[in-house]
């Protein structure tokens, strides 16, 4: 049990510290994208939220808290999908068996 738990926090420690002789490996500077605050904007819904992202815009907008950050507009969120709102698109087009069915009373 011992031999298993120590095995574990050191692969911990290997993926947090990286180590070579001794000494700490940090990341390569410059080749990261920059990770910030983004605000995302359901052009459908107008649904807005907060989030974490390397994506920027100049566009702006004011969030909740009283700051402004960079906004992303998306077409769909959980706010406006279908099977996060559970409403589905009414389509006038009708499926397979409904086209069929018309085509055969045409025929008629």
Do not use: C
């Not at 700051?67 to 969120?77: A, K, L, M």
Request: aromatic residues 12%.
């Amino acid at each position: 049990m011992t031999l298993i738990m120590i095995f574990i926090y050191v692969k911990i420690e290997l993926f947090v510290n990286i180590t070579h002789k001794g000494q700490v490996i940090s990341m390569r500077e410059g080749i990261h994208p920059v990770y910030h605050q983004v605000l995302f904007f359901d052009v459908t819904s107008g649904y807005k939220f907060l989030s974490g992202s390397t994506k920027s815009s100049n566009e702006k907008m004011e969030w909740e808290d009283g700051n402004s950050y960079p906004v992303i507009r998306v077409d769909t969120s959980s706010a406006s999908h279908p099977f996060y709102t559970g409403k589905q698109r009414i389509s006038e087009r009708g499926g397979r068996v409904d086209r069929f069915n018309q085509r055969v009373q045409q025929k008629k």
